[in-house]
């Protein structure tokens, strides 16, 4: 009986999935799945007090059915119990509170609501009390909504729409009276979703995008309203395209209004945006405000999972080919947003499948280096944010191990040691952290860089260095002498005692510590070595480090290597 009922709930014959489940229960009167599964049922049909009270009996075959306590809340929600509702959702987290989102989702749906009821509550009240803006709002619309006026009758309409519009009453006013039915208008609706319009469709299309401006900022109620509309999600991209400067500031500022809000960024997040990615990043060519702008919605955005996921769809044939002709031009576009858009790409490679894609394409890694190469001391403070953020996002993509990485390693590396004497200290760290993490890819590369003196250039950011610099520095110099004898001997040349490796084993960071530890034991195979570290502490260090200090594996055995060699080179 309950598979049955199941059948009847997933073809949408509720009344017929109650009478099974009822059936079920006159043979089990304690199972819990049938009185939830009813109740469920109940919820479809709006029946929300027989809802509850079988969400009260399913809690008492088992006090911690969360589905109960879920059905419940949204019973309670329906019949604007607020505060029943809330209770039911906290009862939920406290039951598992791994269900945290979902917790976040319900009481989130429940503050908006409220919000919605206490608002038209208000608003009634003031129309009553013989609101000005309230018969003015009514007016406008129906003269909007007369058929067969000229165009710029319905603009000038909007025009003052929108002026009255921009209270919370205002707002709650346009609302209650289908202020978001103006597109059933045919010559409203033609002018939005037209393909090429005239300059008097292009105001009018202006007025709307003000006037909706007006209608949804900080509520988040009319945004789900107007974003609920297939004609109105569907045609942002579009007008983001469009090629009309003044539309597409319009958009972007209507798109900002939800992209601020968590609530917001949920209602744009059920629209498809795989093309959105593609299309405010190319907004980075215009010089004007918009590039900020669409910046901004994309920071918004980037964070979110289900934008990241979206994204992979368009990131080769849509989003690569843009972003390395913008890089490639970098000194013709507007630098600062191109500097924000680079580190907005460098986060969504949060996700993994985005990351592996952009680190295979050749054609990312050689746009890359190419803006590196017109990087001398005395450009641009804009087109140095965009070598710093390419650095970064550089940093990124090298959690990926490829062949394509490989092939780069070398100028990779080349381009890094070159900016290692540049006047911005910011850069320089993440060119030594480029190189810590390229350089395993490539002993070509870490043979460039010896040769280039590497060595000497991170013994000097390790002695003068913040923490973050030293630990990309000893890093670096751990590759370094890993695989080469000469990278060995020119740490020994350039800091005889090895005072330098001696400090970093008494560094707070582990990771700092077990990379010195390394370099000391690779170090510590050339004939002298020993000798240079008579009179230190070193045996005491490396014996608290692989006696149990560090809490590191790997930290305690370069530790214990390092004391041995010690003790091989140097009995005494």
């Not at 909007?158 to 103006?182: H, K």
């Not at 983001?240 to 209507?254: D, F, I, K, N, V």
């Not at 510590?513 to 260090?541: E, H, Y």
């Amino acid at each position: 009986l309950k598979e049955q009922g199941n059948e009847a709930f997933r073809a949408g014959d509720f009344g017929l999935a109650i009478q099974r489940y009822s059936e079920g229960l006159e043979k089990l009167r304690d199972k819990q799945e049938l009185y939830t599964n009813r109740a469920q049922a109940y919820l479809k049909l709006h029946e929300y007090e027989k809802a509850i009270s079988d969400c009260e009996w399913a809690l008492k075959c088992n006090k911690n059915c969360l589905k109960a306590y879920f059905l419940m809340g949204k019973a309670h929600l329906a019949l604007q119990h607020f505060t029943e509702s809330r209770q039911c959702y906290e009862k939920m987290l406290q039951i598992d509170p791994q269900k945290e989102n979902l917790f976040k989702e319900c009481v989130n749906e429940a503050r908006l609501e409220e919000k919605r009821v206490r608002d038209e509550e208000r608003a009634e009240r003031e129309a009553q009390a013989g609101n000005a803006a309230a018969s003015s709002i009514q007016e406008l619309l129906q003269r909007i909504s007369s058929p067969d006026q000229d165009i710029l009758y319905y603009t000038g309409g909007i025009r003052l729409l929108a002026e009255v519009v921009n209270t919370c009453t205002g707002q709650t006013f346009f609302r209650t009276n289908n202020g978001f039915s103006i597109l059933r208008n045919e010559t409203v609706r033609g002018a939005f979703c037209a393909e090429s319009r005239s300059p008097a469709e292009v105001e009018l299309c202006v007025s709307l995008l003000l006037l909706w401006q007006a209608a949804c900022a900080g509520n988040e109620e009319n945004q789900r309203l107007l974003l609920a509309q297939p004609e109105v999600s569907g045609q942002l991209p579009e007008l983001l395209s469009c090629g009309t400067a003044q539309m597409q500031r319009e958009t972007l500022a209507l798109i900002s209004l939800c992209s601020e809000s968590e609530s917001g960024r949920g209602l744009l997040l059920r629209q498809d945006l795989s093309r959105w990615l593609q299309i405010l990043m190319a907004f980075i060519k215009s010089t004007d405000a918009r590039a900020d702008s669409a910046m901004n919605i994309l920071s918004d955005l980037a964070g979110e999972k289900r934008f990241q996921t979206q994204c992979r769809a368009m990131l080769s044939t849509g989003v690569l080919p843009l972003f390395t002709q913008l890089l490639v031009c970098a000194r013709q576009v507007n630098q600062a947003a191109l500097a924000r858009g680079v580190a907005l790409l460098g986060s969504l490679c949060a996700d993994v499948g985005l990351r592996a894609q952009l680190a295979q394409s050749r054609e990312c890694w050689q746009a890359c280096l190419q803006l590196l190469d017109g990087c001398p001391d005395a450009s641009s403070p804009g087109y140095q944010q965009c070598v710093f953020a390419v650095l970064g996002l550089m940093m990124n993509l090298l959690l990926e191990s490829n062949g394509t990485i490989q092939d780069f390693a070398v100028p990779i590396s080349g381009r890094c040691l070159a900016l290692l004497n540049h006047q911005d200290g910011r850069i320089v760290t993440r060119a030594i952290g480029v190189l810590s993490r390229v350089l395993p890819a490539s002993p070509s590369a870490v043979e460039e860089v010896v040769k280039g003196g590497v060595v000497k250039k991170m013994l000097k950011f390790l002695k003068a260095g913040g923490q973050l610099t030293c630990s990309y520095a000893i890093k670096t110099l751990s590759i370094c002498t890993k695989s080469s004898r000469t990278a060995q001997e020119e740490l020994l040349k350039w800091d005889k005692r090895l005072q330098v490796l001696l400090k970093l084993l008494e560094s707070g960071d582990e990771l700092t510590v077990g990379n010195a530890a390394f370099c000391l034991s690779q170090c510590l195979q050339l004939p002298g070595a020993g000798s240079a570290l008579l009179g230190s502490s070193v045996v005491q260090l490396l014996l608290r480090q692989a006696g149990g200090d560090a809490h590191r594996t790997l930290v305690q055995q370069n530790s214990a290597i390092a004391l041995g060699r010690l003790c091989v080179a140097e009995p005494r």
